[in-house]
């Protein structure tokens, strides 16, 4: 690998725009980033000893998912009570101590919100259920009379997210509850100004001990269409990202949504700091996404369509124009991710023959990624989007190339996907497989026993941080890297210009500017000349001839 050539001069962060307009955040996923009490489940103080290898990384923030009291039946996105840790993952003391030694070590925490639905655990899912139809206590949710002579019928034809009827039953009711995600999971009724007032109050609670932000979940999804009209599509989280002319159902992105951000909005800005929101909002086209973040809303929110991108150049440079531009006319950043919790892993999603299609898991019998060439494309991948302006978003584990466990047998699987489908999608679990972090202990040092809720695959052995820590052209370097040359080049709240020039007319490869870094990424098979620069570094080893070998990327310096 082609380290630095150049002496890189010191340049200052002068950024008057609040930290996130350019962070680089780092998503945990609690249960499976560091177990401290070997029950085989990562926990807070397994996040906090693990504090400083992220420091070392150079992230500026980190997104936690929920660790929130939950019966965890989808992973703790069904919060039980809002305000109290789960004992799985630790107490609000343990919370506190993450948060403090995160901000000693210069990095802002985000806490997961989750507004469209509580657990069928929740005090108020239970007293609703108790109580009668029409009851203050059930218009805290979305109830309704079934259809048919004896109200057998769901009360229209809308289906989970995760597959299924998104209507259930109680036992022994009359009436129906909506659900979009799984029956444990009943979404509420935000036309009722006592859900708004208690979700205020979450946000002061988390506000007042110091969090820099929410991850809001679901965002697009919190008011449904008036009279609840049915509709034959079938509800989905990505919905409409891929073809613009798709309408999104009744369920999403209703102008209603707007009001509650604009309102939360004023909720932050009454605290001292850059308190943040981030969207998670799987609408499209990018206009209609950027609504969420004008300038009394959101401050952020997830650049899907960035994820969604296949390995080909002229998309990627569609979608980074498109994003650019959409944001830009709200006076907004860019975000740019490319894996999270609800993914596949894009180092495998790159190694596919559809390279960065995005199925639904992956198991046994599906095709088996190409895990090194997968690898070599994450590797340039990184490179792409470390040097765009903006924010972006890393998931644990890309950091070290990790790739989805792609045969993860079906007994040890606990997405609710996988069930309500009866297996016809695969789902999540592949991407959230414990961390390793020593290849020579067991559960790979994801803790102190041999317990890991999932089984980690035998391949992760080579991604462990101590095979990668300090040596040279491991992914974990090159991350280390990148993200200490954009902050040296202040890459994140730089502009792009786009380099067209004929020693690089080849359509396979994207050439861009960023101040006075230039960025080379090579999608195609064929090596590429590279333009007029200083090579500071290179995914790949430049060929004999000094040329970008195939899906690999560079980044120069320029005058
Ligand atoms: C979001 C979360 C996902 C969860 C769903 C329901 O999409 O990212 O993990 O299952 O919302 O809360
Ligand atoms: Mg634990």
Same mark, same amino acid.
């Given at each position: 690998?082609?380290?630095?050539?150049?002496?890189?001069?010191?340049?200052?962060?002068?950024?008057?725009?609040?930290?996130?307009?350019?962070?680089?955040?780092?998503?945990?996923?609690?249960?499976?980033?560091?177990?401290?009490?070997?029950?085989?489940?990562?926990?807070?103080?397994?996040?906090?000893?693990?504090?400083?290898?992220?420091?070392?990384?150079?992230?500026?923030?980190?997104?936690?998912?929920?660790?929130?009291?939950?019966?965890?039946?989808?992973?703790?996105?069904?919060?039980?009570?809002?305000?109290?840790?789960?004992?799985?993952?630790?107490?609000?003391?343990?919370?506190?101590?993450?948060?403090?030694?995160?901000?000693?070590?210069?990095?802002?925490?985000?806490?997961?919100?989750?507004?469209?639905?509580?657990?069928?655990?929740?005090?108020?899912?239970?007293?609703?259920?108790?109580?009668?139809?029409?009851?203050?206590?059930?218009?805290?949710?979305?109830?309704?009379?079934?259809?048919?002579?004896?109200?057998?019928?769901?009360?229209?034809?809308?289906?989970?997210v995760f597959g299924g009827n998104a209507w259930s039953r109680a036992p022994g009711d009359t009436q129906w509850y909506l659900h979009l995600f799984d029956r444990r999971q009943p979404d509420l009724n935000w036309d009722n100004p006592e859900v708004h007032e208690e979700f205020e109050d979450v946000l002061h609670f988390w506000l007042e001990r110091g969090v820099d932000g929410f991850?809001?979940?679901?965002?697009?999804?919190?008011?449904?269409?008036?009279?609840?009209?049915?509709?034959?599509?079938?509800?989905?989280?990505?919905?409409?990202?891929?073809?613009?002319?798709?309408?999104?159902?009744?369920?999403?992105?209703?102008?209603?949504?707007?009001?509650i951000y604009r309102a939360w909005r004023r909720v932050l800005d009454a605290y001292p700091g850059e308190r943040m929101m981030v969207a998670e909002a799987w609408i499209a086209p990018p206009e209609r996404l950027v609504r969420y973040i004008r300038p009394d809303e959101m401050q952020q929110a997830f650049n899907f369509d960035y994820l969604l991108a296949h390995w080909h150049a002229?998309?990627?440079?569609?979608?980074?124009?498109?994003?650019?531009?959409?944001?830009?006319?709200?006076?907004?950043?860019?975000?740019?991710?490319?894996?999270?919790?609800?993914?596949?892993?894009?180092?495998?999603?790159?190694?596919?023959?559809?390279?960065?299609?995005?199925?639904?898991?992956?198991?046994?019998?599906?095709?088996?990624?190409?895990?090194?060439?997968? !690898? &070599?494309?994450?590797?340039?991948?990184?490179?792409?989007?470390? *040097? /765009? +302006?903006?924010?972006?978003? #890393?998931?644990?584990? %890309?950091?070290?190339?990790?790739?989805?466990?792609?045969?993860?047998?079906?007994?040890?699987?606990?997405?609710?996907?996988?069930?309500?489908?009866?297996?016809?999608?695969?789902?999540?679990?592949?991407?959230?497989?414990?961390?390793?972090?020593?290849?020579?202990?067991?559960?790979?040092?994801?803790?102190?026993?041999?317990?890991?809720?999932?089984?980690?695959?035998?391949?992760?052995?080579?991604?462990?941080?101590?095979?990668?820590?300090?040596?040279?052209?491991?992914?974990?370097?090159?991350?280390?890297?990148?993200?200490?040359?954009?902050?040296?080049?202040?890459?994140?709240?730089?502009?792009?210009?786009?380099?067209?020039?004929?020693?690089?007319?080849?359509?396979?490869?994207?050439?861009?500017?960023?101040?006075? !870094? &230039?960025?080379?990424?090579?999608?195609?098979?064929?090596?590429? *000349? /590279? +333009?007029?620069?200083?090579? #500071?570094?290179?995914? %790949?080893?430049?060929?004999?001839?000094?040329?970008?070998?195939?899906?690999?990327?560079?980044?120069?310096?320029?005058?």
């Amino acid at each position: 690998m082609n380290m630095r050539t150049k002496e890189i001069p010191a340049r200052n962060l002068t950024s008057e725009q609040a930290w996130w307009h350019s962070a680089v955040i780092y998503q945990i996923y609690p249960r499976s980033f560091a177990d401290a009490d070997g029950d085989g489940i990562g926990d807070l103080p397994g996040i906090t000893a693990r504090l400083p290898y992220l420091a070392r990384l150079g992230v500026d923030a980190l997104w936690l998912s929920p660790f929130y009291r939950s019966p965890q039946a989808d992973a703790g996105y069904d919060v039980a009570d809002y305000r109290a840790v789960d004992p799985l993952f630790g107490t609000l003391h343990d919370f506190e101590q993450l948060l403090r030694e995160a901000h000693a070590l210069g990095m802002k925490v985000i806490v997961d919100l989750v507004p469209n639905h509580t657990s069928d655990e929740h005090a108020w899912f239970q007293v609703a259920l108790q109580s009668a139809p029409g009851s203050p206590e059930r218009a805290r949710y979305i109830f309704r009379n079934g259809k048919g002579q004896h109200g057998e019928l769901p009360p229209n034809d809308w289906q989970s997210v995760f597959g299924g009827n998104a209507w259930s039953r109680a036992p022994g009711d009359t009436q129906w509850y909506l659900h979009l995600f799984d029956r444990r999971q009943p979404d509420l009724n935000w036309d009722n100004p006592e859900v708004h007032e208690e979700f205020e109050d979450v946000l002061h609670f988390w506000l007042e001990r110091g969090v820099d932000g929410f991850r809001v979940d679901v965002a697009h999804g919190l008011i449904k269409a008036p009279g609840l009209p049915d509709w034959s599509g079938q509800a989905a989280m990505v919905e409409g990202t891929q073809d613009s002319n798709i309408k999104a159902g009744p369920m999403w992105d209703q102008e209603g949504v707007h009001d509650i951000y604009r309102a939360w909005r004023r909720v932050l800005d009454a605290y001292p700091g850059e308190r943040m929101m981030v969207a998670e909002a799987w609408i499209a086209p990018p206009e209609r996404l950027v609504r969420y973040i004008r300038p009394d809303e959101m401050q952020q929110a997830f650049n899907f369509d960035y994820l969604l991108a296949h390995w080909h150049a002229a998309e990627f440079r569609k979608v980074i124009d498109a994003s650019l531009a959409a944001s830009a006319s709200v006076g907004a950043p860019t975000t740019w991710v490319m894996s999270n919790h609800d993914s596949v892993r894009h180092t495998s999603r790159f190694g596919l023959s559809t390279p960065g299609a995005r199925p639904k898991g992956i198991d046994a019998a599906s095709e088996q990624p190409n895990e090194a060439l997968g !690898l &070599r494309r994450a590797r340039a991948a990184a490179m792409l989007t470390l *040097a /765009l +302006p903006g924010s972006a978003y #890393l998931y644990q584990g %890309e950091e070290l190339g990790l790739p989805e466990h792609t045969t993860l047998d079906a007994h040890y699987r606990q997405d609710p996907a996988f069930f309500r489908t009866h297996g016809e999608e695969i789902g999540r679990d592949g991407c959230r497989v414990p961390m390793p972090w020593q290849a020579d202990a067991p559960s790979f040092g994801f803790g102190p026993s041999q317990k890991s809720w999932l089984p980690q695959p035998s391949n992760f052995v080579r991604y462990a941080v101590d095979r990668q820590d300090g040596v040279s052209g491991s992914t974990l370097e090159l991350y280390r890297q990148l993200l200490q040359l954009r902050r040296e080049y202040a890459l994140g709240v730089g502009q792009l210009r786009w380099v067209e020039e004929s020693a690089t007319a080849n359509t396979e490869v994207l050439v861009f500017d960023n101040g006075s !870094l &230039r960025a080379v990424i090579n999608f195609g098979l064929e090596p590429a *000349a /590279l +333009p007029a620069g200083t090579v #500071l570094m290179s995914s %790949e080893p430049l060929d004999a001839a000094g040329r970008l070998s195939g899906n690999s990327a560079a980044w120069l310096a320029i005058a």
